[in-house]
């Protein structure tokens, strides 16, 4: 009796279904019969839950275009063509989604006889100079849909094997987002900013590997089309996360990027220059068309001259182009929008009970400044904080500050002042008032 005892002890618990040898680290269940690991239950658990039933996921709220076009002039200003190519690329997909079991035949057809067809996704390619607002177009997106979103930054990816980001970190974050939900994932929105970064760099160099460059595109390719790939969860231990296979058939890819130098290539594609050599050659003319007429007439041969391969540009068929932003709207964007820059500023000092107040001529001389520097909205928070930064530092410090007004000084050069208006105490005279000026 003791000897059996002995040998029942002495003998190893394995798991009844991998085979793992129980530890320290790795505990077993037992059962009556048998024993079952950590990993195998996570498995079960995945396979039954996938059994005799469809994937159930609730649908987005589907909302038309024109509602998303309404929603997007709230926060943005101009860009109406880039507004109507996002409001339908996001409309039909989404609409392709919720619609994608339902198979339902062409009607009043005589020719399809009832045939059902599937829809394949329409990803968006958005060129535009720098402050156009592609990223904020995006984020605003995402907001009136409700489902999960990311935006990644194409200057950190490498090719497969590389130090650096990946492809698939892409994915990881996109699943992050939805709590490591996967069907939830697979009807998100990934956005890859800076896409012009990962242009192939000159025609030739075929014995370096351009593993930023053309090596990310091609790397691209297959998840922006539609693919099954493996990421891997992070587990308790390093290099033994739970891996997780996510469908990106049905991910809307959204790329965007300043393009510098794309408009002088369709420049050259619009009006060819004269070959000539000599005294009798013609002089180089100047481009006839302005930046947005040249945008207006971008073809994917144009991307293919910047440096994208013609597989990458394939994969998206919506191209759209962001306006550059003159005076009138940069004066627009301080003031009208939701979240304007001003209103921002004086919700700031309304913090610090002061009235904020911007006259009509430094709105107009902010709005030229910020078109001089050439980063479009976002040079405009640059001089704002440039012009308020002296009087936000001694803000808290001051006592009695009733009102800050922004004007422009009379010198050479014009420049923006504050203009700042004390309370005075109750003894003194009530109709006085001290105003003091800084020019920034």
């Known amino acids: 009796m003791t000897q059996s005892n002995q040998g029942q002890s002495a003998a190893v618990l394995r798991c009844s279904f991998c085979g793992v040898e129980k530890s320290a680290s790795i505990p077993l269940i037992a059962g009556n019969e048998g024993h079952i690991c950590e990993k195998c239950v996570k498995l079960a658990h995945q396979v039954v839950s996938s059994w005799g ?54 009607a009043h057809t005589e020719n399809m006889q009832g045939e059902c067809v599937e829809v394949e996704k329409s990803n968006v390619l958005m060129t535009g100079p720098s402050g156009a607002g592609k990223t904020l177009l995006v984020k605003t997106l995402s907001k009136i849909i409700g489902v999960p979103f990311v935006i990644g930054d194409a200057t950190a990816l490498t090719q497969a094997g590389y130090v650096g980001q990946d492809v698939e970190s892409l994915l990881k974050r ?91 290539l369709i420049g050259k594609r619009l009006q060819p220059r004269q070959a000539g050599i000599g005294f009798n050659a013609s002089l180089p003319e100047e481009c006839e068309f302005s930046n947005n007429e040249l945008l207006a007439a971008l073809q ?14 394939g994969r998206f068929p919506v191209v759209t182009f962001l306006q550059e932003l003159d005076v009138e709207a940069l004066k627009t964007i301080l003031v009208k929008p939701k979240n304007a820059l001003l209103k921002q500023y004086r919700q700031l000092f309304a913090y610090q009970s002061v009235n904020l107040e911007f006259s009509d001529e430094a709105i107009e001389f902010i709005a030229e400044q910020a078109l001089e520097r050439g980063t479009g909205a976002r040079g405009l928070r640059a001089l704002l904080e440039t012009t308020l930064c002296d009087t936000m530092f001694e803000l808290p410090s001051l006592e009695g500050l009733n009102s800050c007004r922004i004007e422009v000084s009379e ?26 000026g800084a020019a920034s």
């Open 53 to 106: 039933r469809k994937a159930v996921l609730q649908a987005p709220e589907l909302k038309t275009p024109a509602v998303i076009k309404d929603f997007l002039d709230e926060h943005i200003i101009g860009q109406e063509g880039a507004k109507k190519s996002l409001a339908v690329a996001l409309y039909n997909h989404y609409i392709r989604l919720s619609q994608q079991d339902e198979h339902l035949p062409f």
């Open 174 to 264: 996109l699943l992050e987002a939805a709590d490591w939900d996967v069907q939830r994932a697979e009807w998100g929105i990934v956005y890859v900013d800076e896409i012009d970064k990962i242009a192939r760099r000159g025609d030739g160099g075929a014995a370096v590997r351009d593993i930023s460059g053309e090596g990310v595109q091609q790397a691209l390719l297959k998840m922006i089309e539609g693919a099954e790939v493996r990421v891997t969860r992070p587990g308790q231990r390093e290099g033994h996360g739970e891996e997780i296979t996510i469908n990106t058939q049905n991910i809307l890819f959204i790329v965007g990027g300043a393009f510098p130098g794309l408009v002088e």
């Open 300 to 313: 994917p041969e144009d991307l293919q001259r910047f440096g994208l391969i013609p597989e990458f540009i």
């Open 411 to 436: 010198g050479e050069p014009p420049a923006l002042e504050v203009q700042k208006t004390f309370r005075l105490p109750e003894q003194g005279s009530a109709g006085k008032q001290q105003a003091l």
